[in-house]
Structures are given as C-alpha cells and as structure tokens.
C-alpha cells in the first residue's frame, strides 16, 4: 500500500521558519507531480506550491518569497521550506502526489504560527 506522510509542523513564532518533509512509501513506479496544500479552520483547503517531476515550480501568491518547494526524485521525498511564517499561514498542511497516475494524500501535519 502506497503511503504519503508528512512531517515537520509545529508552532513557531511569527517571523519564524520551518520546514516540512513528506515521504512517499510502499510499492510504486513512479511519483509525478507533487504538491503541498493548506487548510485553515474554517476554510477551503488552498494549493501552496506545486512541483512537477521535471522540475517545474509554481507558488500560490501568498506565499511566495517566503516558501520554497523541493523534492528529492529518487528518494520519492517532498520539502516545504516556509520562512517569515505568519499568523494567517496557521494550518493544517497537506502532502499531495500523482502516484502511478493515482492522486494521493498525506494525514496533515498542523502548523501554528503565534506569539
């Protein structure tokens, strides 16, 4: 069975950084695309930043300058670099990724962001 688990949240203070991982496990040929996604209480969960196999990058707005996506292809590995935290980037942060052509998520990992 394939599995995504993220890693890394926590609270940091504002102005604070953090990075999250996410590891793609079991048996599988290939990941494709992959991306972190967000959802704060409340709200629809939003797209942070995407990352496609060959390496193509896009952010959302709100996040850019301050978060940086990465991914380790032969290790099926997938980081979140995020700098200059902020309150309203308090959520519930979600690993996203095309596995053999099947969509799959991550359970979360919460990130707080508070003095």
């Known amino acids: 069975q394939v599995q995504l688990v993220e890693s890394g949240g926590g609270l940091v203070q504002p102005g604070g950084s953090l990075r999250l991982s996410c590891a793609a496990s079991g048996s599988f040929f290939a990941v494709y695309r992959m991306a972190w996604y967000r959802q704060a209480p409340g709200k629809q969960r939003e797209l942070v930043a995407t990352?496609?196999?060959?390496?193509?990058?896009n952010y959302a707005d709100s996040v850019k300058g301050r978060f940086t996506i990465w991914r380790d292809t032969p290790n099926n590995m997938l980081y979140l670099q995020m700098s200059s935290l902020q309150p309203a980037d308090t959520a519930v942060y979600y690993c996203d990724a095309d596995v053999d052509r099947d969509d799959l998520w991550g359970q979360g990992t919460q990130v707080t962001v508070s003095s």
């Open positions: 990352i496609l196999r060959e390496g193509r990058i």
